[in-house]
């Protein structure tokens, strides 16, 4: 996850999670956002977008990432796993 993520911010609309993350996984990549509380405006939510690599390092940095208060992570593929 080298890349710096591009950051969305977000529109009012009804909460119902707070922290959520989806995937879209590629054969070689993913795209990943996630949508959190943005730390700097209370009240305010921003989405953060990313690439990230199909590599054990990127994959394993990106379940830390999770880790850290990720209430429920969405995964879209146009495969089987």
Do not use: F
């Amino acid at each position: 996850m080298k890349p710096k993520p591009e950051e969305i911010p977000d529109a009012d609309h009804e909460l119902v999670i707070e922290r959520v993350c989806a995937i879209d996984v590629a054969k070689a990549s993913g795209k990943l956002c996630i949508r959190a509380p943005q730390p700097s405006n209370s009240g305010r939510r921003v989405s953060r977008v990313w690439d990230v690599d199909a590599t054990t390092g990127a994959v394993s940095e990106l379940a830390d990432l999770l880790g850290e208060g990720i209430e429920k992570v969405t995964v879209e593929s146009t495969s089987d796993y």
